[in-house]
């Protein structure tokens, strides 16, 4: 049972910090979001494939301070499916349970920078 709370507690977090990310990533018209757009329904981990080599991108976040990735992820499969370039690959950012508001405040803002 207290593990359940436990559980439950670190979900609801995990929801709550990603919402912005996904708002963010859908109002733009320069990305598209791989996966669901309700926090509640996905994991929270997002790819975007930005139309263009997600590589760079990542190493410009990482240059400030953000730690994401770019690549297939081993999921060619799925990405070539919806019609990923798997040169391009896909961007990468994840939330857990201690990420806070701020911090996706922080990628957001970078993301405004390098995208």
Known sequence: ERNAAVHDLMRAQEVAVIAPLL???AARNDV???GPRDAANRAPTVA???GRAAEPVSV????????CWAG???A??????MG??????VLRM???HYTSAEDVARLIAALDQVL
Do not use: H, M
Request: charged letters at 30%.
């Open 23 to 25: 708002d963010y990533l």
């Open 32 to 34: 598209r979001l791989i």
């Open 48 to 50: 975007v494939d930005l």
């Open 60 to 67: 410009e976040l990482g240059k400030r301070g953000i730690a």
């Open 72 to 74: 297939d992820f081993y």
């Open 76 to 81: 060619v499969r799925p990405l070539t499916a």
């Open 84 to 89: 990923v370039d798997l040169d391009k690959g």
């Open 94 to 96: 994840s939330g857990v």
